[in-house]
């Protein structure tokens, strides 16, 4: 069976220090993975997508970027953090003929 | 531009309490209507997928349907245990996973 994980659960960081969040999917071959932002009180919003190795798609400019070294593996990065960057993290693969999104459990990024 | 609105926000109910939550949506296009259960601190988890007006779906006590302009969960004699958050999310675009999501509905269910 296919499993998502990702890490850390939580994460407290100084303002303008950098960001490195992992993803990796077991189980399954050449995934399409996401990476969603939660913030307090709002809906889920994408922030990058990918359809392979290499493969990243933007979907709001940002403070972030993202990479996909492996076929399951997806990281997400910044160079220097802002305030605004805090909230929970997501992590997804399309599965089910890419008709269900599978979430990780998620990292709660706290910057201060 | 393609939305989600989801109400109430938060939604209190004694154990048998049977009450729905609505999910207004407008896009270009609907490709698919998804309901997905949070519980704090995780991610969420998939419900049902609902592609045309009039299509309904069940799952244990809980029952989605869809019209052109809004989908309904449905969640019948409530058990504690279906306290959660319940996310509502549309179809943008061509490939699956890029959804729009609603702000959800926080459903707490008292004994």
């Known amino acids: 069976s296919q499993t998502i994980h990702q890490w850390p659960a939580t994460l407290v960081q100084p303002v303008g220090s950098p960001l490195s969040l992992e993803c990796t999917v077991e189980?399954?071959?050449?995934?399409?993975l996401y990476w969603y932002r939660q913030a307090a009180g709002r809906g889920l919003q994408l922030l990058f997508y990918?359809?392979?190795?290499?493969?990243i798609s933007s979907e709001v400019p940002q403070n972030l970027s993202a990479s996909r070294p492996q076929d399951r593996q997806f990281i997400l990065s910044s160079k220097k953090l802002l305030l605004s960057d805090s909230g929970f993290y997501l992590c997804?693969?399309?599965?089910?003929?890419?008709?269900?999104?599978?979430f990780g459990s998620g990292t709660q990024l706290s910057v201060l | 531009e393609d939305q989600v609105t989801q109400s109430p926000e938060a939604l209190r109910l004694q154990e048998g309490e049977s009450s729905s939550l609505n999910c207004s949506y407008t896009?270009?296009?609907?490709?698919?209507l998804f309901w997905y259960r949070q519980d704090p601190g995780k991610g969420p988890e998939f419900l049902f997928t609902?592609?045309?007006a009039g299509e309904e779906k069940e799952k244990e006590r809980l029952k989605a349907t869809l019209t052109k302009k809004e989908s309904f969960l449905h969640i019948t004699a409530p058990k504690p245990e279906d306290s959660a958050t319940y996310l509502c999310?549309?179809?943008?675009?061509?490939?699956?996973?890029?959804?729009?999501f609603g702000a959800g509905t926080q459903v707490v269910v008292t004994p």
């Open positions: 997804a693969w399309a599965g089910g003929g890419n008709e269900k999104l599978f």
């Open positions: 189980g399954t071959s050449n995934p399409n």
């Open positions: 990918s359809v392979g190795i290499g493969q």
């Open positions: 896009v270009s296009g609907l490709r698919g």
């Open positions: 609902l592609y045309s």
């Open positions: 999310a549309v179809q943008a675009g061509d490939s699956w996973g890029k959804l729009q």
